[in-house]
């Protein structure tokens, strides 16, 4: 006997006994829940804190402050580009490729209906990270602004970056994960008969 998937009764019990909650696809409700809470919550978090930080640090010395010292700075630095500032100065061409990359990931989310919870939060998360990006691109003269400096050799700084930037690189992380431990990559090969 099958279901409306194709299914049968004995694969979709096998299907569900495998199933974890990490792994399995959530109800509609929930996916919506996840996804734009996640999405909703990142950009705004992502937002109030370039707001907060440069208010706090336009009036220091140097523009920026040590947290952890010689390892953490919460430093003040604008980017007209990318990643590692690709496309430097090219404003127009990296809006219109953020509002096709969210218009790609809010089609994924919402036509594709059976991804896992960790795929949902990791669309949620490029989401976040892309808005909070465009966001800066488009309202703020092209000029997304960064602060988190994080020094990983003695005199040698990763370039510095912001919330979004996290949320972005934490969203690839989570696809990662998801397809090295997805139930299909989990599965043992069937061992021939004899």
Request: charged letters at 20%; glycine letters at 8%.
């Amino acid at each position: 006997m099958t279901d409306d998937r194709g299914l049968r009764t004995e694969d979709r019990e096998q299907k569900a006994e495998n199933c974890t909650s990490v792994v399995c696809p959530p109800s509609s409700g929930i996916r919506h829940l996840i996804f734009w809470s996640i999405f909703a919550g990142g950009l705004a978090f992502d937002l109030w804190t370039k707001s907060v930080v440069f208010a706090w640090l336009e009036n220091v010395q140097r523009q920026g402050i040590a947290i952890i010292d010689g390892f953490l700075r919460l430093q003040l630095a604008v980017n007209t580009g990318a990643a590692f500032g690709i496309a430097e100065g090219h404003r127009v061409m990296l809006v219109s490729i953020s509002m096709v990359a969210l218009a790609v990931i809010l089609a994924v989310f919402i036509f594709a209906r059976g991804e896992r919870k960790i795929v949902v939060v990791a669309l949620a998360l490029f989401a976040g990270g892309v808005s909070g990006n465009l966001y800066d691109r488009a309202f703020n003269g092209g000029l997304v602004r960064d602060f988190i400096d994080v020094m990983y050799w003695p005199g040698k700084h990763w370039p510095a970056f912001n919330v979004a930037d996290s949320m972005l690189c934490a969203a690839v992380g989570l696809l990662i994960i998801s397809s090295l431990f997805s139930p299909e990559s989990c599965r043992k090969p069937a061992q021939p008969q004899k």
